[in-house]
């Protein structure tokens, strides 16, 4: 058995996203992190994605923990899906812990989980790695990077960060501990390399504040605020400035709840008695009066957001003259997305102010720019470099700025499925383990997993085979031409009635759909798959590939 210690990154090293690495020394086992990564659009029918774990069944006995850095997604998305497997002890902060609480429940996975809270600066015990937390600041709360030691040096994984000086919860970056590391010597750091090909610093999470301030001034009826529900610092000022603005907030969608819940047990935001309303409440309210907190800043066509735009939803309805603010990015890949909400909610004449490069400061990112990734090299100096957290082209542009530095020996690139062995004096790439992506299809069950997409399909044709829902719709009015057809292929109904009532499955969605639904592919077809799904799950328990065909008239 060798006394190296082993590096094997599962996923987050090639992508963005599903972030899970595992650390080995002798017969233990720790893992940081277990992330999800959403799916791309042609991943139809596909919920999420996350790492393939064979290499951790194998092994499950060695695992001792997983350690998780900060409750975004891409961090422990995955969870559900590792615990099904692998029966091991979560540690993460006291936010971290009690927002993966839900997801667990969720899944029925709590009762039986065992959660250990952590605290930044206090070190513990597992095996032969002892672990110390250490503050970092995000667009997050109570994030942490990791210092490891272990018997053949000290491993320091900053996590997701950003060097943020002024952070809206006062918790400051704790730059002190990582000099004391590269005092004592690390032996090798393990760093964020989302924003290395952007110059500078980024801006502290405060400095919205100015230009959303003046967007409340100005907006003349209701205001849609739209940020990510995990952007706790976004939504600590968006309250602030609702409360200074005379405006009520109704927070809309579960995910959007939940994380003001949290945040508010735990006291990162303190909104005054009577600014919080139920959303019940909102036709009681002048629109002038109101702020609406809501999800779906990047287009998900269930989203909060997504359904109001086409008039879809209970409680938002947005009217022309309202302003809808989305406080984000465009992430690349939902550009498409996000403009079919866009174009939905100025056709309602409402105002939209997103990122288009003229709306001012309304956004910033989480990531630490190229300054900060150096301040964090020369703090640390480690012996051995290899960045994590991108794809390809960043974790190669991050050895360029670290190698340019001269701080370390050797920076080193690794991939998801590498295996790198460390002692005191090398570091050295030693095999491949088994590493990939999980597709896992919808309705949440974590049992219904495949290794890739284009197997997925062929296993469901050849078992259930294919349902093609074909409806004509008029572009211009909307309106649904002829009656639905079904086309299916190794899908035999037995019964020539079963196919004629799923056309009636298909052809009452469209009925009870809004032309505006109708008129955004997206929505529609995926409407159409999970009625269809539903229908024919329950009257043959068989679970075909359904993939609805508009085609326009
Ligand atoms: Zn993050
Ligand atoms: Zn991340």
């Given at each position: 058995?060798?006394?190296?210690?082993?590096?094997?990154?599962?996923?987050?090293?090639?992508?963005?996203?599903?972030?899970?690495?595992?650390?080995?020394?002798?017969?233990?086992?720790?893992?940081?992190?277990?992330?999800?990564?959403?799916?791309?659009?042609?991943?139809?029918?596909?919920?999420?994605?996350?790492?393939?774990?064979?290499?951790?069944?194998?092994?499950?006995?060695?695992?001792?923990?997983?350690?998780?850095?900060?409750a975004h997604e891409d961090h422990i998305g995955a969870l559900p899906?590792?615990?099904?497997?692998?029966?091991?002890?979560?540690?993460?902060?006291?936010?971290?812990?009690?927002?993966?609480?839900?997801?667990?429940?969720?899944?029925?996975?709590?009762?039986?989980?065992?959660?250990?809270?952590?605290?930044?600066?206090?070190?513990?015990?597992?095996?032969?790695?002892s672990v110390m937390p250490i503050h970092v600041t995000h667009s997050l709360v109570d994030c942490v990077a990791l210092a490891i030691h272990t018997p053949v040096g000290t491993i320091v994984h900053t996590g997701d960060f950003k060097i943020d000086l002024s952070p809206p919860d006062g918790k400051l970056f704790d730059l002190q501990s990582f000099a004391e590391l590269g005092k004592q010597g690390v032996l090798?750091?393990?760093?964020?390399?989302?924003?290395?090909?952007?110059?500078?610093?980024?801006?502290?999470?405060?400095?919205?504040?100015?230009?959303?301030?003046?967007?409340?001034?100005?907006?003349?009826?209701?205001?849609?605020?739209?940020?990510?529900s995990s952007s706790i610092h976004r939504i600590r000022i968006a309250l602030e400035l609702a409360h200074k603005h005379g405006r009520k907030v109704a927070v809309i969608g579960r995910s959007m709840d939940h994380a003001t819940d949290v945040a508010q047990d735990l006291g990162y935001i303190e909104p005054p008695p009577g600014l919080l309303i139920n959303p019940t409440q909102i036709r009681d309210i002048p629109p002038h009066k109101l702020?609406?907190?809501?999800?779906?800043?990047?287009?998900?066509?269930?989203?909060?957001?997504?359904?109001?735009?086409?008039?879809?939803?209970?409680?938002?309805k947005v009217e022309p003259g309202d302003t809808v603010l989305l406080s984000s990015r465009v992430i690349p890949g939902n550009e498409k997305a996000i403009y079919r909400v866009i174009d939905h909610l100025s056709?309602?004449?409402?105002?939209?102010?997103?990122?288009?490069?003229?709306?001012g400061l309304i956004h910033v990112s989480g990531h630490g720019c190229q300054e900060e990734l150096r301040l964090m090299i020369n703090l640390v100096r480690p012996r051995f470099f290899i960045p994590v957290?991108?794809?390809?082209?960043?974790?190669?542009?991050?050895?360029?700025?670290?190698?340019?530095?001269?701080?370390?020996e050797k920076c080193i690139l690794l991939e998801d499925g590498d295996v790198l062995e460390l002692d005191q004096h090398s570091?050295?790439?030693?095999?491949?383990?088994?590493?990939?992506?999980?597709?896992?299809?919808?309705?949440?069950?974590?049992?219904?997993?495949?290794?890739?997409?284009?197997?997925?399909?062929?296993?469901?044709?050849?078992?259930?085979?294919?349902?093609?829902?074909?409806?004509?719709?008029?572009?211009?009015?909307?309106?649904?031409?002829?009656?639905?057809?079904?086309v299916t292929r190794g899908f035999a109904p037995a019964e020539e009635e079963l196919l004629a009532e799923a056309r009636q499955?298909?052809?009452?969605?469209?009925?009870?759909?809004?032309?505006?639904?109708?008129?955004?592919?997206?929505?529609?077809?995926?409407?159409?798959?999970?009625?269809?799904?539903?229908?024919?799950?329950?009257s043959t328990g068989r679970r075909p590939l359904i993939m609805p065909v508009i085609l326009e008239i």
């Open positions: 058995m060798s006394d190296k210690l082993q590096l094997i990154p599962l996923g987050g090293l090639g992508e963005f996203g599903m972030n899970c690495l595992a650390l080995r020394f002798k017969d233990e086992i720790i893992i940081i992190d277990a992330g999800q990564m959403f799916p791309e659009e042609e991943l139809l029918g596909v919920d999420s994605v996350v790492p393939d774990i064979s290499y951790l069944i194998e092994n499950r006995s060695k695992i001792r923990a997983i350690i998780l850095t900060h899906w590792l615990l099904s497997e692998l029966n091991v002890p979560i540690y993460g902060t006291e936010f971290t812990l009690a927002y993966v609480e839900s997801k667990l429940d969720e899944h029925g996975l709590l009762d039986d989980t065992d959660m250990v809270e952590i605290l930044p600066g206090k070190r513990f015990t597992l095996g032969a790695f090798a750091l393990l760093q964020d390399s989302t924003n290395v090909d952007r110059r500078g610093y980024t801006p502290s999470e405060v400095a919205v504040r100015p230009r959303l301030d003046e967007i409340f001034a100005q907006t003349r009826q209701k205001l849609f605020f739209a940020c990510f702020m609406l907190l809501i999800t779906g800043t990047q287009g998900e066509p269930m989203s909060a957001l997504a359904r109001a735009a086409v008039d879809n939803h209970r409680f938002a056709r309602r004449r409402a105002e939209v102010i997103y990122d288009d490069g003229h709306s957290h991108g794809d390809y082209r960043h974790l190669s542009k991050h050895i360029e700025l670290a190698s340019g530095m001269g701080v370390a570091a050295v790439k030693a095999g491949k383990v088994t590493a990939g992506r999980v597709c896992i299809d919808s309705g949440g069950d974590t049992r219904d997993v495949v290794e890739d997409v284009v197997m997925r399909d062929r296993r469901i044709i050849s078992e259930d085979g294919i349902v093609l829902p074909l409806v004509g719709i008029n572009k211009r009015t909307g309106r649904v031409e002829g009656i639905p057809e079904i499955v298909v052809s009452r969605t469209l009925e009870t759909s809004s032309p505006e639904e109708k008129a955004d592919y997206g929505v529609i077809k995926e409407k159409i798959r999970a009625d269809l799904k539903r229908f024919i799950q329950k």
